[in-house]
């Protein structure tokens, strides 16, 4: 049968169909306290990425750039 999306092509539902089993997958975006060292996981669902590919020489950069770390300090810090 046909596959609905009642709410969105990213609800829970949506993300087992055939189009995200193939194309999608999920990104984790990690917070880690630098004080206490706690870990903050999420997990979001895609089916594609924007990479910024003008400001590199290849793919490979653009997806290095796109997974680089990220200090967050001053009103953008953590707090645990």
């Given at each position: 049968?046909?596959?609905?999306?009642?709410?969105?092509?990213?609800?829970?539902?949506?993300?087992?169909?055939?189009?995200?089993?193939?194309?999608?997958?999920?990104?984790?975006?990690?917070?880690?306290?630098?004080?206490?060292?706690?870990?903050?996981?999420?997990?979001?669902?895609?089916?594609?990425?924007?990479?910024?590919?003008?400001?590199?020489?290849?793919?490979?950069?653009a997806?290095?750039?796109?997974?680089?770390?990220?200090?967050?300090?001053?009103?953008?810090?953590?707090?645990?």
């Amino acid at each position: 049968g046909a596959v609905r999306f009642d709410s969105s092509p990213y609800s829970r539902h949506a993300q087992t169909g055939v189009m995200h089993g193939i194309f999608g997958g999920h990104l984790r975006s990690q917070v880690r306290c630098e004080n206490c060292q706690f870990n903050s996981n999420t997990y979001d669902a895609f089916l594609d990425i924007s990479l910024e590919i003008k400001k590199t020489a290849s793919i490979d950069g653009a997806f290095q750039n796109f997974t680089k770390k990220e200090v967050l300090d001053g009103p953008n810090k953590y707090k645990c």
